[in-house]
């Protein structure tokens, strides 16, 4: 076997990383930039990209490289061998990416694409009209199409399972029904006392934030946090979001001159994702030791920074001010409390992106409880919509009165994303536990915060977690971070202690 | 021969066509967007696309397509066949850009590539410090391959006349050594008599003009010209260019409180190259007819509308009442006459990108001239620097009193772009003959200008000239449209219509 076998791998996988990074940021560019006439021309770029990115993928000279390296004579992944360990991670990783795309047929990969196309358009219509039935078929036909997937690839009938594996590598149906039954024990009396509770934010505060301003201040608070306006930018899109690898990350926000909160706390959101992938072994770019560990992991940073950083008493001692320099007259009449209840203010509502982050996580066991079902066969897809009014209800206390603020509110069955809304809640968790684990190893963190000095929980967070690229599954990782499984426990003394002092007196 | 022959050669066409614009939208965010650490990513995403962009357009299947087109018994490009002339324009192009492209050795493609990357940084040094000889071997290197080149390319020793029709197809030294030559015995005596002239624009008038309102102004001007904003946008960058096909336009701008005329000529400079590319046929996108004829013919649109047309009474008839409603205190002690005079300013400098468009055009018969030499071995390449400052001092009366001013002032050298100055002037040249060509046909373009209405004249540019794609070489096209053969007289009779009311009195 060659010796440069690995280095030839390396070649092959930088080669999809960066067939993928152009396709990021055209994809970025049609959310920011693109005229709305060119929308056909950009269809076709991404197209053809997406051909050139499967073909690189699918190089059969990267399947060749894997057996060689996998060979149990392989000196190169020997433990003898100086940083073998390193390349025992990529190619273990590699050849799952690589499983995933050749054991697919490329009919089956033309099948779905065609089915997400119609699909979504049926998706948009249905929710227009609120009228679910006219959308089933498609999701029955996606259900259909997950079960073959999950079987191509070796999964056999659990193919709930293999869509939650997508996401957070490792993960499984029977894991996250444990975990969110206690999450659920714990959160729904929580919001039912809150509910019962006579503090409420104060209404219309905010208005008359002036589009600029609100740009300054959220610039200065993503790069107090950290975020390397070097090596990414911030524009503004219709829905918020994050594109692009560590070496150029395209954050985008919206601005309303009378929800100027909306955008900041959106913006953190994308600056914690943003943080991960810059703190991803830049020298390991395109490689599974520079790509980051899934889904839940990545919305684990996304949330700390927003929830647990930036909802903060610290944080805002230290904000306060120079949000009301930006803005004197708007905030003349809002005291600091109110602000700060502002910034925390919990309010049930029917729609998850609206939601606050008390309500979020029964959103997320909501959608679980119905994908689990309907993978196991105990809902057929026509009794969805009953069946998510009913947990609706029980969860959220909130019934839907139509289903386009109900089961059509979400785009993601479209594109038969299944298996992918748990990551949300499983970052939620995660999240927590590295709050409580690094703020026992950093009591200074809250004088930190007050004195704006966010650096040495994003130190921590680089090392214990953005370096460590594709290395853990996510349930290791957490072990090895925080020194004890997965639990939502975290989760649940977190927003008691943050919202207990606040609404329950 | 399959007849799908040819509709399989437009579709490996479309493909090299497509990974073009890839690649020049990421140069166009280079340029934008980019974040400046980023650098190093982008030359990673742009080195694979021109390989990959390489590869589509030197695909074998190509070169057998092409030869089965070419067949003498090929219906498809007989002339009882529909649509054969199209389709022989196609073949006919696809074929030069083909040979281009499999004629050349990766090598020596490699070589040069190298070769430029070294002699930009080899020319950014020596023109901070003024000094050529720091140069000088690079620019040898570059003639030694430029002359290797039109060698592979089958033009034997005549290097010159290859790195010429590159730009301008058809286009020759000898030709253009003629309509300089006529060129400059009528531009010399009218820029030395209105060097004589008293008459002066006023200096110092345009100060504080602020960047909004001038986005708003020159956002107006290029609409109303006809520049279709729902395929294309503008941005700011260092230097103004214009990018990318018809279907989706990015020009850029840059922006100066104290000269807002730089900004607003600089957008409608670029603005004709976007009515030019938004012109060509859409549906032809991808191949030659949907393809611009060559540099010379582009410069053309861009300084027919920045020149011809917008630097005319009957535009600033229209457009100074808007001008002065967004700057009103700017401009209120500036007369109609001060305004007129201030866009049409005529000043030697020896800077030709800050040229005003009566001395431009001595610039380039500079630059051409000494191109001549090098390549007819007539100047040898440390001389040039003394050729230059002598040809500088006969032709614009200025002689640089250092290289940076002089012969290191433009890039353009280092990349080995050769033969391409004077699609400059040639641009200038055919602009003013399609102007009187215009002009006679529609006696009431000017009162269509004092109303706003460049409908007329988009329309008949559209028909004569993009609409046509590639299918006639400069010259040729030229004498279709005016009736005439390419002659420098009306650039000349433009030139002192214009400016001798100015300054000769």
């Known amino acids: 076997m060659p010796a440069d076998s690995y280095e030839r791998l390396v070649t092959k996988l930088k080669r999809v990383h960066h067939l993928g990074t152009v396709a990021g940021l055209l994809g970025w560019d049609e959310q920011v930039n693109l005229p709305p006439d060119s929308a056909d021309l950009r269809a076709e770029q991404l197209a053809l990209l997406a051909e050139l990115q499967h073909a690189a993928a699918a190089d059969s000279e990267i399947g060749t490289l894997l057996d060689e390296l996998e060979d149990p004579v392989c000196h190169l992944l020997s433990d003898k061998c100086a940083g073998a360990a390193d390349r025992r991670v990529v190619v273990r990783e590699a050849r799952k990416d690589y499983d995933r795309v050749v054991k697919l047929p490329a009919a089956f990969v033309a099948e779905k694409a065609r089915l997400s196309s119609a699909a979504y358009h049926a998706w948009a219509d249905a929710k227009e009209r609120s009228d679910f039935s006219a959308f089933a078929p498609f999701l029955e036909k996606h259900l259909a199409l997950a079960k073959q997937e999950a079987a191509y690839l070796g999964w056999g009938d659990r193919a709930f399972d293999y869509a939650i594996d997508k996401h957070d590598p490792g993960m499984t149906a029977a894991k996250l029904t444990e975990l969110f039954a206690e999450l659920k024990a714990g959160l729904v009396p ?269 130190g921590w967070l680089r090392t214990e977690i953005h370096e460590q690229g594709r290395r853990y599954e996510t349930l290791e990782l957490v072990r090895r971070v925080t020194g004890e499984e997965l639990t939502p426990k975290y989760l649940l003394r977190y927003l008691r202690e943050r919202y207990g002092p606040l609404y329950l007196g």
Request: glycine content about 8%.
């Open 190 to 458: 929580l919001v039912r006392e809150i509910a019962a509770s006579p503090v409420r934010a104060k209404e219309g505060v905010f208005k008359g934030f002036p589009v600029e301003a609100q740009r300054e201040f959220l610039r200065e608070v993503t790069a107090t946090l950290g975020f390397n306006y070097r090596r990414g930018r911030i524009d503004v899109s219709l829905h918020p979001f994050c594109e692009g690898p560590g070496a150029d990350i395209r954050m985008t926000t919206r601005f309303d001159a009378d929800n100027p909160l909306d955008s900041l706390f959106s913006s953190i959101h994308e600056t914690g994702h943003g943080l991960y992938e810059q703190g991803l072994p830049l020298e390991a770019q395109g490689t599974p030791l520079g790509q980051n560990a899934g889904m839940g992991v990545h919305e684990s940073q996304s949330r700390l920074w927003e929830n647990q950083v930036s909802r903060s008493r610290a944080f805002w001692r230290f904000f306060e001010p120079r949000f009301r320099e930006k803005f004197p007259a708007q905030l003349v009449s809002v005291s600091s409390e109110e602000l700060y209840l502002a910034v925390n203010e919990v309010a049930p509502t029917l729609i998850r992106v609206d939601s606050d982050e008390v309500h979020y996580n029964l959103h997320i066991l909501l959608r679980f409880e119905l994908e689990r079902r309907l993978f196991a066969g105990e809902l057929a897809v026509k009794d969805l919509p009953a069946a998510w009014n009913a947990l609706s209800e029980e969860l959220l206390g909130l019934t839907p009165t139509e289903d386009k603020v109900g089961v059509l509110q979400d785009v993601h069955w479209s594109g038969g994303a299944f298996g992918y809304f748990p990551s949300y809640c499983l970052g939620n968790m995660m999240a927590a536990q590295l709050w409580f684990t690094v703020r026992a190893k950093y009591p200074e963190l809250d004088t930190d915060f007050e004195k704006g000095d966010f650096s040495r929980l994003l």
